[in-house]
C-alpha cells in the first residue's frame, strides 16, 4: 500500500472502496487487519502521547477520518486521494456482513447506548450478524477476558466505541488476544450516533470540512476545548512543518 508519513504518523492512500476491498479479502483469507483513523485531535494528541503514537503507527491499516488530515496532506505535498470516515466505514462494513455472512462484536458506549445500536442493526438487517456485544465501562485488568471472550464470539469484525486513547490502545495491547477477529476497529462515538443519542451534520458540512462545528455547536460546553484548542494546535502543525519543507527545497 502507499503509505503516507504526515506529522508523526503514517496514513494509507486509499479510497472508501479500496479500503472496504483490503478488509472483505481479509475476512474471506481469514488474516486479521488492525485498523484506526486519525483526525486532527489524534495527531495533535500523538505529538507528546507516545504510547499513542505506538499504537496508531503499528496498525495495520490506516485511514484519515478528518478532512483537515486531507487539506494538510495537500499543503504537505503528500495528497491522500480522500477521506475516509469511521462512521461511514463502519455502516458500510455493517451492511457488508449482512450481504458476506460475516458476525460483528460490538464493544463500547453505555449499556443502553451499545444495546440499542444492535437493536437497531438487528432489526434493519438480520440478527445473524450479531457476534455479541457489551457496554464499554471496564476495569485495566478486565481487558483480556472480555478480548478472550470477544476471540471466542466467532466475530469476523469488531467495533470499539471507546474513547481515544483507550480503543487505540486497547487495539494494539490485545492484538494477540483478539487473533481470532479478522478487522478490529476503533469506532469513537459512532455507536452514540447509531442510537440516535448525537445527531450527524449535514452532507454538505462533512464534506466541507465543518463537522467538526456542527458537533461543537451541540455541545460547546464540552467540546470548545477539543476542537477550537485542538485544531488551533493541528493549523500550527502543519504550518510548522511546511516551513520546514520550505526551508528544505
Not at 503509505?3 to 504518523?9: A, D, E, I, S
Not at 494528541?45 to 503499528?58: F, G, H
Not at 455547536?217 to 470548545?224: A, D, G, H, K, N
Amino acid at each position: 500500500m502507499n503509505r503516507v508519513k504526515l506529522l508523526n504518523t503514517v496514513v494509507d492512500n486509499l479510497t472508501v472502496d479500496e479500503t472496504i476491498a483490503l478488509i472483505t479479502d481479509s475476512v474471506k483469507l481469514n488474516k486479521q487487519i488492525h485498523h484506526v483513523v486519525v483526525n486532527a485531535g489524534k495527531i495533535v494528541a500523538m505529538q507528546k502521547d507516545l504510547q499513542l503514537r505506538e499504537s496508531v503507527n503499528n496498525s495495520d491499516l490506516i485511514n484519515a477520518d478528518g478532512q483537515a488530515v486531507v487539506w494538510a496532506s495537500k499543503i504537505l505535498g503528500k495528497p491522500l486521494k480522500e477521506r475516509v470516515a469511521g462512521i461511514d466505514l463502519m455502516e458500510k462494513l455493517v451492511d457488508l456482513a449482512h450481504r458476506e455472512g460475516f458476525k460483528i462484536f460490538f464493544l463500547g458506549a453505555k449499556e443502553d447506548i451499545v444495546k440499542s445500536v444492535v437493536e437497531k442493526y438487528t432489526n434493519r438487517y438480520s440478527p445473524s450478524i450479531i457476534a455479541g456485544y457489551r457496554n464499554g465501562y471496564f476495569k485495566k485488568e478486565d481487558e483480556q477476558s472480555i478480548a478472550k471472550q470477544i476471540s471466542e464470539s466467532d466475530a469476523n469484525i469488531l467495533f470499539v466505541a471507546i474513547s481515544s486513547p483507550t480503543k487505540e490502545n486497547f487495539l494494539y495491547q490485545n492484538k494477540k488476544a483478539l487473533k481470532n477477529v479478522n478487522f478490529i476497529m476503533g469506532v469513537g462515538g459512532s455507536f452514540d450516533v447509531v442510537a440516535g443519542k448525537v445527531k450527524r451534520a449535514p452532507v454538505w458540512m462533512q464534506k466541507s470540512g465543518l463537522e467538526w462545528f456542527y458537533r461543537f455547536s451541540q455541545e460547546p460546553q464540552r467540546m470548545w476545548k477539543r476542537y477550537l484548542i485542538g485544531n488551533s494546535k493541528f493549523i500550527f502543525l502543519v504550518f510548522k512543518a511546511k516551513f520546514r519543507l520550505s526551508k528544505k527545497n
